[in-house]
């Protein structure tokens, strides 16, 4: 096995799927935590200048979506048949798509946290995140999965990013209660469970 060096801010952010996927495998890997005051230095030596970068044998390999989806190869959570594999692209894309939204409209915004908070409930969620919600309720209820009978990397974006947003929202998921099994499902499993238990504090 290679030797993986995860390096980003002590944050979840861009990381935290990644790290989920090397704790399901059970892959050992350093996780290791720039500090803020130390980024201006370590930014020159990083290609790209930008984090995540997933060192792998000590080359870097970098952009988030494309470190997570090969280390969840690496932890058996990509489905072999391609068509399958695709379409957890597909909603890992769409995810991420509203992380970012959710990142420019709400988290980096300069709004007082009144306005930020009023912008998330009455714009995003409304508009970008029920119709994905909607489209996901409906197609968990009849499978316990996204996609094939087994997890895969998507129902841990799913269980990640959707959960970490009911932080803010908690009511959000009341109306689509099989997106809100998958969240608690993926949490419960033996390995994420610890994860987050000992996962250092931000
Ligand atoms: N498309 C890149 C974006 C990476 C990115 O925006 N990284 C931010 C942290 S989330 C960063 O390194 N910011 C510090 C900087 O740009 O100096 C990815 O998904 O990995």
Redesign the pocket.
């Known amino acids: 096995m290679p030797d993986y060096k995860l390096t980003y ?1 002590n944050t979840e ?2 990381a935290e799927l990644t790290r989920w996927c090397f704790e399901y495998g059970g892959i050992p890997y350093i996780d290791e935590r720039i500090e803020g005051s130390t ?1 201006a230095q370590r ?1 020159k030596e990083i290609p790209g ?4 970068v997933l060192f792998v044998d000590g080359k870097p390999l ?4 494309a470190i997570a989806r090969y280390v969840a190869k690496q932890a058996g959570l990509v489905p072999q048949d391609d068509l399958q594999a695709a379409h957890c692209d597909a909603l890992v894309d769409a995810l991420n798509g509203l992380q970012n939204d959710i990142y420019m409209k709400v988290i980096f915004s300069k709004d007082e946290p009144a306005e930020k908070q009023r912008v998330l409930l009455e714009d995003v969620v409304p508009n970008k995140v029920n119709p994905v919600l909607t489209r996901l309720n409906e197609r968990l209820a009849s499978r316990d999965w996204f996609i094939s009978d087994k997890v895969t990397w998507a129902d841990l974006q799913i269980s990640l990013m959707i959960g970490s947003l009911t932080d803010r929202v908690p009511d959000m998921l009341r109306n689509y209660p099989h997106v809100r099994k998958v969240v608690d499902d993926i949490r419960d499993l033996k390995t994420i469970k610890k994860w987050i238990a000992s996962r250092p504090a931000q």
């Open positions: 801010f952010g861009r980024w930014k200048g930008q984090v995540p970098l952009e988030s979506i």
